[in-house]
């Protein structure tokens, strides 16, 4: 047994829980994920909280997923500490534990059934949060502020200290098509802020392994007053590309029959209750979302500074991030094109 292991079977000791095994679940991008085996309590899930959370985001989790229990929906349960602390410091780190959820997760969704079910538990946690009140401890300014991330990257090119960089041009190229794409979409509607997830990926969101009906949303440091448009534009922009790279891929297809089954699935779930205005947006916020990131990306290729780095793959952050860059720039001229057969959809679903 090595050191490491050793204190990871204390650090679950502390959760009031004697494990058989603790071994690290791949894939996530943010925080450390363990599968900790017991013999008595069946499996929980230990995490090692990423810095960028504060150690009170543990709080807003607690207080969303028992309303979101309260709702009739299925939700992670945090496991307080043997001091009755919703997490525990330790080894310099902020770890909790919670409530394994049965079921599979998903890079990427393959199936019209996985894009209507990820549609249909979106919708209900929209509205099983939409009166919930609670302040909360971690929010994250700019978070889908297209305009700024756009400001930030054009300033990116202005700054001296680029100006030599290996990857400028690109970028400058890049930044032009961004821009002359972002002039011709249109400007989202005003809306109040709504409690959102905040990261809706497909990857976050739990199937049932047989039929893959979806369980529930998980990853939920990031939920939170936000638009609701801004939150569909990165669900959908994120469940409508069938690449298998997904954002590794330079030049994706922006899938209308995902899109159609997805937007279904919403529409007739909790979240068919959106004003007309709001929901005839969705494409516009979809593609919205895709230059948002086209342009986050290019200015980390500059930066070199993307906490998701493949080394195995790219020699660079600025190298993957630069793909990343024109793969959702390439799915934003793809849902470009077919701008108004989404538009189709959408009036459809919601019976507009």
């Excluded at 041009?169 to 002039?183: G, M």
């Excluded at 989202?188 to 949303?217: T, Y």
Aim: hydrophobic share 40%.
């Amino acid at each position: 047994m090595t050191k490491d292991e050793i204190s990871l079977f204390e650090i679950v000791e502390d959760f009031g829980i004697k494990a058989l095994s603790v071994r690290p679940i791949r894939g996530g991008l943010i925080n450390e994920t363990y599968a900790v085996r017991t013999s008595s309590s069946g499996t929980w899930i230990l995490q090692a909280v990423n810095s960028i959370f504060p150690p009170e985001v543990q709080d807003d989790i607690h207080k969303v997923t028992e309303h979101l229990r309260s709702k009739g929906l299925k939700a992670p349960k945090l496991r307080p500490t043997t001091n009755k602390a919703l997490w525990l410091n330790a080894g310099g780190k902020i770890w909790r534990m919670m409530t394994f959820i049965e079921g599979v997760s998903v890079n990427r969704a393959t199936s019209k059934t996985h894009a209507k079910e990820a549609g249909r538990i979106l919708g209900e946690f929209h509205f099983a949060l939409r009166d919930f009140e609670h302040s909360f401890h971690h929010q994250r300014p700019n978070i889908h502020n297209t305009a700024h991330h756009m400001t930030t990257l054009s300033e990116s090119l202005e700054d001296s200290k680029f100006t030599n960089h290996d990857n400028r041009a690109a970028v400058v190229e890049l930044s032009n098509q961004i821009q002359d794409l972002f002039k011709i979409v249109n400007p989202l509607p005003e809306q109040e802020p709504q409690i959102v997830h905040g990261d809706p990926k497909i990857s976050n969101i739990r199937f049932n392994r047989d039929i893959g009906k979806a369980v529930c949303l998980v990853d939920l440091d990031t939920v939170g007053p936000m638009g609701c448009l801004e939150e569909l534009g990165d669900a959908f922009r994120s469940w409508c590309n069938p690449a298998p790279s997904g954002e590794d891929e330079q030049s994706p297809e922006f899938s209308l029959e995902m899109f159609e089954a997805a937007v279904t699935g919403y529409a007739t779930s909790g979240g068919g209750d959106l004003s007309s205005q709001v929901s005839a947006a969705i494409p516009d916020a979809t593609l919205t979302i895709c230059l948002e990131l086209a342009a986050r990306f290019a200015n980390d290729a500059l930066h070199e500074s993307y906490f998701g780095w493949n080394n195995a793959q790219f020699a660079s952050r600025g190298e993957h991030n630069l793909i990343r860059c024109r793969g959702q720039l390439n799915l934003a001229r793809s849902l470009s094109e077919k701008i108004e057969d989404a538009r189709n959809i959408v009036a459809t679903a919601f019976k507009q």
